[in-house]
């Protein structure tokens, strides 16, 4: 338990998910009944109409948060529910977040007014029920039953060991948005005293260090949407360019206000139940097991899938003896991946726009690879081809670099380059990941549980592919090998110039309309966008080509079948 003034935050077991809210000691007269509070609360509500009115939104919209936090601190929700029904409650938080969403905008002066007394309309006529009621008692004393609830049901969590930690120990997740707002304050001051650069850096901090760190981002993304991640990404960017342009004062608290409102709003409802509301799998998706799980099967299949692709390649086509350096580039890869790891937790204190960049760079370049090795498997899928290529180049090429006698260091890094490149890629931002769900956790077994899990998964993964491509035929291999390495080329290219916009090395241009999606390397940025739709219009025109290609040699072949027919019969 922790306290900060009059508030005091602490944890509710069970479905009744987190609360903020006023010491005992510390109610206001007003709050002797509860339509002292629907008093008060209205109070509020007048105040930010007002506020809107004269024209300063971004102040209405952060004195709006502070009375829906109040309407949550004062218990005043909590008695809706356990008194009047969830119906209730939900209808109230609704026309809270509808008030809230209002203020984000300009023009809508009539639209707040009613819904502002709509609301206080319902408060009041709510309190006045609850004032009514002979099983619920008055604020002061319903806090302090409340109280003794969160201390039985203390003992009862710890006695079971299913303690649910949210944020970073017990900090519930307003805190986390509370301590990322004055990160960004701290940058506002710093602009509008005329340091710009140093503004960007505290933006900075708030981002990689609270944000992403903390966990805040994973949970945003599987409790609400990943879509929402990808907006909140944006202002977090255009706030730290607006610094380093040196804007307006004005103009940088209005972005900070909006951005931090928007970060209290994700963090009520995930303090509100929103990863308890949600249906099994997401409920999965946001357990330490479930992110454990979930993280190493997303950065390892991709680099699992190039890797597999490669040694079933090998061996498919008589060239097993290769293969060592292919593992032998995955080994590199796993220990270059976990000292970049260290070197960016030592030097960058975690992530950063340095470890976002580095990411970047070296999924464009395994792109290229990708994309020049999906061409040469393609360009290899005939039989025929196969075979002269064998009877003509590799096997003295082969013959040369597998030999003891005159292996070189260019044909090592030649075979195992682009299996270092995919395991390296994943391997550190795995490890970046890991940390920040046991910072968000603390759950150690749980996140065993879920890399071991996903461990096996990836070997079950490889060995499928392993041994099952020697039972398919030449072509067939070959063209499906191909076409799933130029589609992981082009989810690299969208997930390399993703990571560069978050490393600030390049401008993203954020289009709201657009979804995110992970898994396809898809982000809501024009450039990212563009990036993918290069990468397969190139891959397209080289299996065009090819198509091409093969149907004149066809074409060749029929007329000289023909001509060696016609000669037969004269």
């Not at 005159?406 to 890629?425: D, E, H, I, P, W």
């Not at 390049?506 to 982000?523: H, K, Q, R």
Request: glycine fraction near 8%; charge should be neutral; charged fraction near 20%.
């Amino acid at each position: 338990m922790t306290e900060t003034g009059g508030l005091q935050t602490d944890r509710l077991g069970g479905d009744q998910g987190y609360s903020v809210r006023p010491a005992a000691d510390s109610v206001t007269a007003e709050d002797d009944t509860w339509s002292g509070v629907a008093k008060d609360l209205g109070k509020g509500l007048a105040q930010v109409n007002g506020t809107y009115v004269s024209g300063d939104r971004p102040t209405a919209a952060s004195q709006m948060s502070a009375v829906s936090t109040r309407y949550t601190a004062s218990d005043f929700s909590r008695a809706v529910q356990e008194t009047l029904g969830v119906d209730r409650q939900q209808n109230e938080m609704s026309q809270f977040q509808s008030v809230q969403q209002l203020t984000y905008t300009d023009g809508h002066d009539a639209d707040l007014a009613a819904q502002i007394a709509a609301l206080s309309n319902e408060l009041n006529t709510a309190a006045t029920q609850l004032d009514a009621s002979p099983n619920l008692a008055k604020p002061k004393a319903y806090a302090a039953q409340i109280e003794q609830t969160i201390k039985e049901q203390r003992k009862v969590l710890q006695k079971n060991k299913k303690t649910k930690f949210v944020g970073l120990g017990n900090r519930t997740w307003l805190q986390v948005a509370g301590q990322m707002g004055k990160v960004i304050d701290q940058g506002v001051a710093a602009a509008k005293a005329g340091d710009g650069e140093k503004g960007a850096d505290k933006v900075n901090v708030a981002y990689y260090q609270y944000y992403e760190k903390l966990g805040f981002e994973k949970n945003v993304m599987n409790a609400i949407s990943g879509s929402r991640v990808s907006f909140m990404e944006s202002s977090f960017k255009e706030l730290r360019k607006a610094m380093v342009r040196g804007d307006a004062p004005a103009g940088i608290k209005k972005q900070a206000d909006e951005l931090k409102a928007n970060l209290n709003i994700d963090a009520k409802k995930l303090d509100g139940g929103a990863v308890d509301q949600v249906n099994g799998v997401t409920k999965f998706a946001t357990s330490s097991i479930g992110q454990s799980f979930l993280i190493l099967v997303r950065e390892g299949l991709e680099a699992l899938l190039v890797v597999a692709a490669i040694i079933a390649y090998m061996i498919k086509s008589d060239n097993k003896k290769l293969v060592k350096w292919i593992y032998l580039g995955v080994v590199v890869g796993l220990i270059g991946s976990g000292l970049m790891a260290v070197l960016f937790a030592v030097f960058f204190d975690g992530n950063g726009p340095q470890q976002e960049n580095m990411e970047g760079v070296v999924a464009l370049i395994a792109m290229c690879m990708l994309i020049y090795t999906s061409n040469w498997m393609l360009s290899k899928s005939d039989a025929d081809a196969w075979q002269s290529y064998i009877g003509d180049k590799a096997k003295k090429a082969v013959s040369d670099v597998t030999s003891a006698d005159s292996l070189t260091f260019a044909g090592v890094v030649s075979l195992a380059m682009l299996s270092f490149l995919a395991v390296f890629r994943e391997g550190a931002e795995t490890v970046m990941f890991y940390q920040s769900v046991y910072s968000m956790t603390k759950d150690s077994k749980g996140m065993w549980i879920g890399g071991l899990a996903a461990a096996a998964v990836l070997v079950v993964v490889f060995v499928l592919i392993r041994f099952t491509s020697v039972h398919i035929p030449l072509h067939p291999f070959f063209l499906i090998t191909s076409v799933l390495l130029a589609i992981l080329a082009v989810t690299f290219a969208g997930g390399g110039v993703h990571s560069l916009i978050e490393g600030d090395a390049i401008n993203g241009t954020y289009l709201a309309s657009m979804p995110t999606n992970e898994w396809l390397g898809l982000y809501p940025y024009t450039q990212t966008i563009v990036a993918q739709i290069i990468a397969a219009v190139v891959i397209i025109a080289l299996f065009v080509i090819f198509g091409i290609r093969k149907h004149r040699e066809k074409e060749m072949k029929a007329l000289e079948a023909a001509s060696s027919e016609e000669a037969v019969t004269r």
